[in-house]
């Protein structure tokens, strides 16, 4: 079975600095996908980085990084920069080889302070 | 706009009464998933379509919860005889088979709430 944990329930951070969020998995699967996703107030979730489990270096999209640390089972993003619009809860993901569905996280809030 | 849509946004009922939720695709997707997610938590599944094909509806959270997608287009969610603990988000998303990690795309989701 699949687990996401995200530890951190609530994040402050200032306006340009950068925050990391932490993930951990577990799965007995070798081949598997690891997602995060953006929910701002208004409820839809926005896709921001994906990672395979055969990728040798991490995933980058724009200000958003994966640190992917395989044998710790650790997908921590990374956010350079932050900006006010940044403010919003972040899920953690993972689909492995056999299925189809997502599983999620319990999320960790971001406010981003001016 | 070529996203993900889902209709209605915000849907209240009585309990007791049946609702159904519309969802469209991303066109050039052929798979389609139905999620539900409670205040604080995570998107839970519910079902899943590969192009008009029912691939798993398992996880569905009583026989009151039903889904289709004709034609393998449109999808659509219905709950019967609605209860106080169907009030929560349901999200639709999409992806294509072949599309590098299989990443699914969301709708903006509509919220029931079951009074």
């Known amino acids: 079975a699949q687990k996401i944990t995200q530890t951190q329930p609530g994040m402050f951070v200032q306006e340009k600095e950068a925050v990391t969020l932490d993930c951990t998995y577990d799965?007995?699967?070798?081949?598997?996908?690891l997602f995060w996703y953006k929910q701002p107030s208004s409820g839809e979730m926005i896709f921001l980085i994906y990672q395979g489990s055969y990728d040798q270096q991490n995933a980058t999209e724009g200000r958003y990084s994966l640190n992917f640390q395989k044998a710790r089972k650790s997908a921590n993003l990374v956010i350079s920069a932050s900006q006010l619009g940044d403010s919003a809860m972040y899920f953690c993901a993972m689909r492995d080889s056999r299925d189809y569905k997502l599983s999620f996280g319990a999320g960790t809030t971001v406010t981003v302070r001016a | 706009d070529t996203g993900v849509s889902q209709n209605p946004r915000h849907k209240i009922t009585k309990r007791g009464q049946n609702v159904t939720f519309r969802c469209d695709p991303i066109?050039?997707?052929?798979?389609l998933y139905w999620y539900r997610q409670t205040l604080g938590q995570g998107p839970e599944f519910l079902t899943y379509?590969?192009?008009?094909?029912?691939?798993?509806k398992s996880r569905l959270l009583s026989d009151r919860f039903s889904a289709e997608r004709p034609k393998g287009s449109f999808s659509t969610l219905e709950i019967q005889r609605t209860e106080q603990g169907d009030s929560a988000m349901y999200l639709c998303a999409s992806s294509f088979l072949s599309s590098g990690g299989g990443e699914q795309y969301f709708g903006p989701g509509t919220r029931l709430t079951v009074t």
């Open positions: 066109s050039e997707h052929n798979r």
């Open positions: 379509f590969q192009n008009e094909a029912q691939l798993e």
């Open positions: 799965t007995s699967d070798p081949s598997y996908g």
